[in-house]
Each structure stands twice: as C-alpha cells, then as structure tokens.
C-alpha cells in the first residue's frame, strides 16, 4: 500500500514539475532510471528532453523505457507522436497501432493514428466510442471527446451531414461543464480604449527580453509560423507558454497598466524575468518564440516595457478559421468555441484588436494572414526573418516522410510536412450549417465599426 501511496505521490510530482517546464528537474530526478522504474520515470523523462528541443534523445528514452515496459500504452503513444514530429510516419503508426491494441478505449492513440491514416466511421473503433459517448456514467467532457471524434471520421469520409451532426452534440456536451461567464471570448473593453500615448513611458532601460510573441486565435497560423522561426539555430519553440499572461498575474486588473508603466521607468521588466524562468531561454545568444493566444489581449502592456521587441499578429479568413475552432475540443479553455455565433463575435473582436495592436504598439508589427502564409510559405519565411531582423537561415534538413500527413482543419501540419493551402475554402462545404457563425460574426464587425 505504501508503495503505491510513493509511486502516485512521484507521478504527481513529475506532472507538476512538467507543467512548471521544469525540464532540468525532472531530468535530475529521473536520471538513474532502471528495470524496477515504472514506465511514468520513462514517460516524464522523454517528455522533459521533448521540452528541451532534444527529439532524439527523448525517442531513445521511450525506447528504452518500453525494452522494460513492452505493455506501456502511454510510452507507446509517446513515441508515436515523437516519430510523426521526426518524420518517421510509418514507425509512428506501428506504434500507434500498438497503443490502441493495449488499451482499445485510449482515445489519444486513436486520435494520434488519424494524422496519418484514416479510420472507418463505421469500423470498431467508432464503435467502441458511440458506447463512450451514450454512457451517462461518463463526464461530459469525456463523452465529448468521443462525440468529437466521431464527427471528424464522418467528415473525413465525406459524410458532412452526418459528421457536422457528431460535431454540433459534441460541442453541446463540452459546454455543459464551461462555466457562464467562460463562454465568450474575454476582450476588456479598456484594452479597445488604449492610445499611443498610453504606451509611452520614459523608459529607463529594460533588461533585454528575448522573446518573440505570435498571437491571434487558434487555428489561424500561429504554429506554423513558430516552426518556420524555430529554423532558425538559436529560435526555440516554446508553444504557448503564455509568458505575458504570467508576467501580468501578480498585478490587479485596474491596475495593470499603472504597476508595468512603473516598473518600465525603473528600468525593470516582469516578462524578461518570466522568459529567463523557461529552460530553452537559457541556451547562450537564444530568442524563444511564445505562440499562445492568450498573448493578444496583453500586448499593450508588453510594448509599453519592450517597444524594440517585434511581434507577429496570425488571422485568418472567418469561415475557415471558425469551422477549424468548432471541429476542435481544446484540452482547456477557449469556452467561446463551443457555440457557433460565440465564436463569430470572438473573430469579430480579435479582427478589430488586432487592427488596433497593429495601429498602437510601438512595436514592430507583422500581421500574417493565413492564406498568405500557406500559399506563399516561402516568401512568408523571407517576410519573418526580414521582420525580426535576423539574417533568413538555411532550410534544415528534415526527414523524408514515407507517407502523407493527412490534412484536417481541428489538427495542424507536421513538421516534416510540406505547408499546404488545401483547406483554403474548407468550410464551404458547411455553408449552410455556419449561417448562425457568420451572421454574428457581421453583426458584430458592424457593431465594432461604429
């Protein structure tokens, strides 16, 4: 009994330390691994050199960790989805495969495999998960996560109809458990109300921070432009981090702007700190490019302390971008994409803030536009590099894919994947269904305009 109290209090401990990205720590306290480790010390190992931009050291500790621990289902979709971002498809479906024969109910692995090959809507995974779904004993957001999948095989197929039906109860359900005040997109009216002058402040030489932020909704670009950045030497990806929202929380919300003007004339920044406390920004002469969304609504402050700092603002045509949020059951968050006329007004109100970021910020401001980005992925790489003001560095090399990243609106591109514009025009097969999505969407932009 004790030792299984130890083992849950040791997982527990490496997941915290995971979510802080404290890489360095796990890696220490996972460093003499064994046969009588269990599979978590493996698992959180690869996860920490994962963070560390270390892929193939982290494919060698799940291979060794499944040497010890050949029923793992979780080192099995670990290196699964390592090998897809290496290029390395038909390993990974192997893999995958193997994880959904170890546990035919992990939905991961399931939803993992379909980056690469399909399933049948009426096959026996889909099956098993039209059981998850019906079951009441269920969470909600568990039955969702079924009902979700269940639409994108439907859609896959090219059974629209059937599919947007999967997509339109599975929304429903993942709203039940968002809290009210959690279901439209938070835009503080004062952010609207901000003026150049507002963020000019005598500034008495903030501590270089070494971040590049992309924002704008999910969905619209921002990964692929974070990986056209990483190829870059000394650019590492960090996702989304969200390093201005955590530089901002110990501030009161009226009083943001009045505590980092302060702090900008004293010759202090919180976001520097905030980004020096990531592992990869330790790396000599290094940038980290942050691309989380919730950066967008806190820009402002970010220019106010770092006007030198250039940023890159991700947007995308509605109706494409708006069928990608509604087809995609986030881990957490993004309550507004759970309804289809609260995610218009949240396009609506993104497309005016960003309009504002970019006539405001003292910052350099590069606004990508999705269709651009993947039309003319080449030039665009050339427009980044110009804008951040580092020299465009040659295309790494990158494994030869021995099969097709399947392309889906809720999921992005591999890494080993070329850019492609094929969902350009995606949602016109749901025009009929995204009426509400676009009607609100317009109300709102005309509301906005006056």
Known sequence: MQ?????????????????????????ERTENLDQRAGDEGWLYRGKALEGLCRPNEAASVYEHGLEDHQCSRQLHLALGQLEIQRGRPRRAIDLLRKGC???????????????????????????????????????????????????????????????????????ALALKSIDQSRREYPLPKRLLELSRSDLDAPNSGAPDCRAIVVAGLPRSGKTMVEGMLSDHPHIFPIGEFAGLRRALVKFEKNQILSGVRKLAQEGSSPFTETYASHPLAKVERGWVVDSSPVNLTRLGYFGLVHPDRPVVLCRRKPADLGVSLYFKKFKSGHGYTYDLASIGRAMALTERLI????????????????????????????????????????????????????????????????????????????ADELKPLICEYKRMKSRLSR
């Open 3 to 27: 030792k299984m109290v130890n083992q849950q209090s040791k997982r527990r401990s490496l997941r915290e330390l995971l979510a802080k990205h404290d890489y360095f720590g796990i890696l």
């Open 101 to 171: 024969e170890l546990d035919p109910d992990n939905l991961n692995c399931y939803t993992a495999l379909l980056n690469l090959e399909s399933l049948d809507p009426d096959g026996p995974e889909a099956a098993r998960m039209l059981v998850r779904a019906l079951d009441s004993r269920k969470s909600d957001p568990s039955r969702a996560r079924a009902l979700f999948f269940l639409g994108q095989l439907n859609v896959e197929a090219h059974r629209d109809r059937i599919g947007f039906a999967f997509y339109t109860a599975a929304n």
């Open 355 to 430: 309009d504002h970021w970019s006539n405001i910020l003292p910052n350099p401001v590069l606004v990508v536009d999705y269709e651009d980005l993947v039309s003319d992925p080449e030039g665009m790489r050339r427009r980044l590099f110009a804008h951040i003001g580092l020299e465009l560095p040659s295309l790494p090399e990158r494994a030869v894919a021995d099969t097709d990243w399947r392309i889906f609106p809720s999921r992005s591109p591999g890494p080993a994947t070329p850019i492609s514009p094929a969902l350009i025009g995606f949602s016109d097969r749901f």
